[in-house]
């Protein structure tokens, strides 16, 4: 899922972020490779990407930070 909204995070459990972490921090990586190799159509998917990633660690971190 390429455009999450923080409303939508806020909504999913830990371990759903961390496997939307995953996915995400692995789609960035094919897309960067790809890049390199001229096989992108869609340029702003790095940036997207990059931002749901910083999304879901924020969330994360507040969380991690609240439990305490």
């Not at 390429?2 to 789609?27: H, V, Y």
Request: aromatic share 2%; hydrophobic share 35%.
């Amino acid at each position: 899922m390429a455009n999450m909204k923080q409303k939508d995070i806020k909504k999913k459990t830990d371990a759903d972020l961390k496997k939307e972490l995953a996915d995400n921090r692995e789609a960035l990586r094919q897309f960067r490779f790809g890049a390199a190799g001229s096989k992108t159509k869609n340029v702003k998917e790095s940036a997207n990407r990059r931002k749901v990633v910083a999304r879901i660690l924020t969330e994360l971190n507040i969380r991690k930070n609240e439990a305490k």
